[in-house]
């Protein structure tokens, strides 16, 4: 009888601590979706106020404005081209965020062209690098094709989808490539919309193009891009940083 009361008591106590530790697992599970729900928050708010910022500005730029894309193998000065608008007005929104900040040029094909702009290459695990080339804001944008707008040396395209998936030829809403070789560049023309060229920093897009790359055309070492910047007259830059 003492045994069976004993073993009840200890299949009581045991059940009691594992109720506890479901209990202590649940409220730390409910804590950490909670804290995160609030870091979401925080970020929706700052994304909302960069945003904001960025279509203020947006309003004071010339037709054609001009961008530097700094990376750390040099700078990539862009003018960005008036009659695709949809396109410029993504770029310039997604510039001044900083959205393109910190990411990869993640494709690069020597005497092709070099492709970045995939949010998913900030991260650099395993897991992250199988979904390059994935990445965009969540939308896609209209094609926009002119024909004056070619694929010469320099110029700035959207990536996109392929045919069967994109019968529209909608571009992506961050990915971008720029042409080192007009040649093999020109079967492009009219399929993916050119939205931009180089003004300088050729030699910048040939540095890249000639890094060493694997089977799957991502750089061995990182191609970075620092920052994309608006590139300002001196008089104008002054004005802004006292306004700081």
Same mark, same amino acid.
């Given at each position: *009888?003492?045994?069976?009361?004993?073993?009840?008591?200890?299949?009581?106590? +045991? /059940? !009691? %601590? &594992?109720a506890g530790c479901n209990n202590a697992?649940?409220?730390?599970?409910?804590?950490?979706?909670?804290?995160?729900?609030?870091?979401?928050?925080?970020?929706?708010?700052?994304?909302?106020?960069?945003?904001?910022?960025?279509?203020?500005?947006?309003?004071?730029?010339?037709?054609?404005?001009?961008?530097?894309?700094?990376?750390?193998l040099g700078t990539i000065k862009i003018?960005?081209?008036?009659?695709?608008?949809?396109?410029?007005?993504?770029?310039?929104?997604?510039?001044l965020t900083g959205f393109y900040d910190?990411?990869?040029?993640?494709?690069?094909?020597?005497?092709? *062209?070099?492709?970045?702009?995939?949010?998913?290459?900030?991260?650099?695990? +395993? /897991? !992250? %690098? &199988?979904?390059?080339?994935?990445?965009?804001?969540?939308?896609?944008?209209?094609?926009?094709?002119?024909?004056?707008?070619?694929?010469?040396?320099?110029?700035?395209?959207?990536?996109?989808?392929?045919?069967?998936?994109?019968?529209?030829?909608?571009?992506?809403?961050?990915?971008?490539?720029?042409?080192?070789?007009?040649?093999?560049?020109?079967?492009?023309?009219?399929?993916?919309?050119?939205?931009?060229?180089?003004?300088?920093?050729?030699?910048?897009?040939?540095?890249?193009?000639?890094?060493?790359?694997?089977?799957?055309?991502?750089?061995?070492?990182?191609?970075?891009?620092?920052?994309?910047?608006?590139?300002?007259?001196?008089?104008?830059?002054?004005?802004?940083? &006292?306004?700081?």
């Open positions: *009888m003492k045994k069976t009361i004993f073993r009840l008591s200890v299949m009581l106590l +045991a /059940a !009691a %601590v &594992a697992a649940k409220k730390a599970e409910e804590a950490a979706a909670a804290e995160q729900a609030r870091l979401d928050s925080i970020a929706a708010v700052e994304k909302a106020q960069k945003e904001k910022i960025a279509m203020e500005k947006m309003t004071t730029l010339p037709e054609e404005p001009v961008f530097n894309i700094e990376t750390n003018r960005l081209y008036s009659k695709t608008p949809k396109h410029r007005d993504n770029f310039e929104k997604l510039a910190s990411l990869l040029f993640h494709r690069v094909i020597n005497g092709f *062209m070099i492709q970045g702009g995939d949010p998913y290459t900030r991260d650099t695990s +395993a /897991a !992250a %690098v &199988a979904k390059y080339g994935q990445g965009g804001p969540g939308y896609t944008i209209p094609a926009e094709f002119v024909p004056e707008y070619t694929h010469k040396k320099g110029a700035i395209a959207a990536a996109r989808r392929g045919d069967i998936a994109n019968p529209k030829k909608e571009s992506s809403g961050s990915q971008f490539y720029i042409v080192q070789d007009e040649k093999t560049c020109a079967q492009l023309n009219g399929e993916y919309t050119v939205f931009g060229e180089t003004i300088s920093g050729f030699e910048v897009i040939d540095r890249i193009a000639s890094v060493a790359t694997n089977a799957r055309d991502l750089p061995l070492k990182e191609v970075r891009i620092k920052k994309v910047t608006l590139d300002l007259p001196e008089e104008a830059e002054g004005t802004e940083k &006292a306004q700081e």
